[in-house]
T-cell receptor
Framework: DAGITQSPRYKITETGRQVTLMCHQT?????MFWYRQDLGHGLRLIYY???????DKGEVPDGYVVSRSKTENFPLTLESATRSQTSVYFC???????????FGPGTRLLVL | QKEVEQNSGPLSVPEGAIASLNCTYS??????FFWYRQYSGKSPELIMF????GDKEDGRFTAQLNKASQYVSLLIRDSQPSDSATYLC??????????FGAGTRLFVKA
């Protein structure tokens, strides 16, 4: 199916563990984004990428690492998970000529 | 700190009425403005975008922008129960950096 997918959809982990959230898009969009959504804060940008091998920090990057070796994939890694990283994580993509973003279904992460 | 402010609601309107959702932003240099709809447990989906001062209409939806007042609004005419969702205002502050408001919950009563 075309579109943007995220995996896993649900994840429970423990404090201190490394966790990787996957994002894959089939539109060949150049831009990709990671957001977290928490009650009262709305969506906050963690990292974004303008193209393969080009990434930049967003509003809340601490504790997260990203990579983009291929245009279609943009994994997000929590190097050492903390309870404050419990959240819903959304991946999004967009083209260089439009500023609208298309969101994946989200990953619900619980850090115990 | 660039901010986008929305009333969290909930805003409750009867079916068939006009729902008015408002948003203010702090960065005067912002050029692009978006409204996303998010159903409970789902991902945001784009409803409308607006770049210029004034009104932009798309079906039952009208976006209004006033850059001098740093104010964006979304009007939903003939509101339907299926419009019940959280509406996110988003502002592009440069490049692809978009700041989202926390959202306004809308309930349309049948």
């Amino acid at each position: 199916d075309a579109g943007i997918t995220q995996s896993p959809r649900y994840k429970i982990t423990e404090t201190g563990r490394q966790v990787t959230l996957m994002c894959h898009q089939t539109w060949s969009h150049s831009y990709m984004f990671w957001y977290r959504q928490d009650l009262g804060h709305g969506l906050r940008l963690i990292y974004y990428s303008a193209a393969a091998d080009i990434t930049d920090k967003g509003e809340v990057p601490d504790g997260y690492v990203v990579s983009r070796s291929k245009t279609e994939n943009f994994p997000l890694t929590l190097e050492s998970a903390t309870r404050s990283q419990t959240s819903v994580y959304f991946c999004a993509s967009g083209t260089a000529t439009q500023e609208t973003q298309y969101f994946g279904p989200g990953t619900r992460l619980l850090v115990l | 700190q660039k901010e986008v402010e929305q009333n969290s609601g909930p805003l409750s309107v009867p079916e068939g009425a006009i729902a008015s959702l408002n948003c203010t932003y702090s960065d005067r240099g912002s050029q692009s403005f978006f409204w996303y709809r998010q159903y409970s447990g789902k991902s945001p989906e784009l409803i409308m975008f607006i770049y210029s001062n004034g009104d932009k209409e798309d079906g039952r939806f009208t976006a209004q922008l006033n850059k001098a007042s740093q104010y964006v609004s979304l009007l939903i005419r003939d509101s339907q129960p299926s419009d019940s969702a959280t509406y996110l205002c988003a502002v592009n502050t440069g490049g692809f950096k978009t700041i989202f408001g926390a959202g306004t919950r809308l309930f349309v009563k049948a």
